[in-house]
């Protein structure tokens, strides 16, 4: 599938069992946080809307205000974080260069220090988005 050149409507009917989708601020801002602290692959990124993907999954980000006729605008807080109570779970994303990275973001904040969990087989890390959004990339051991 082009990403590039898709219409919404094709793109929208693609889309098979969970997506995500993840309401920001400042969707080119997020696209350059996500690209390179997790190595996902940007598509399509404009101020309102962009395609990201990780392990061939795609993941969207939409601009706040191009939900202001959707009632789940009136939901956002005003500050992060946004998304409380959801890890984002990107396996084989590297922990640590995710944590590394992530410290060049003055509005990240990591959570969890890349550590190794024996009881789940995986290395990981917990890092918040400038958004406030959890992601956690993990690796196995």
């Known amino acids: 599938m082009d990403y590039e050149t898709i219409p919404a ?3 929208g009917q693609s889309l098979r069992a969970v997506s995500v989708n993840l309401l920001v601020r400042d969707v080119l801002a997020e696209v350059a946080f996500l690209t390179q602290v997790f190595a996902l692959t940007a598509h399509r990124s404009s101020a309102d809307f962009a395609i990201l993907r990780h392990a061939g999954q795609p ?3 939409h601009a706040d205000h191009t939900y202001a006729a959707h ?3 009136g939901l956002l807080p005003e500050t992060p ?3 409380a109570g959801i890890e984002l779970r990107l396996h084989e994303a590297d922990p640590d260069h995710a944590a ?4 060049q973001f003055p509005d990240a904040v990591i959570l969890l220090p890349p550590t190794d969990k024996p009881a789940h087989g995986l290395r990981e890390a917990v890092i918040l988005c400038p958004n406030g959004y959890a992601w956690v990339p993990s690796r196995r051991l």
């Open 100 to 103: 590394q990275a992530a410290a």
């Open 81 to 83: 974080p946004r998304g």
């Open 71 to 73: 009632p789940l605008l």
């Open 9 to 11: 409507p094709d793109f």
């Open 59 to 61: 993941i969207q980000l």
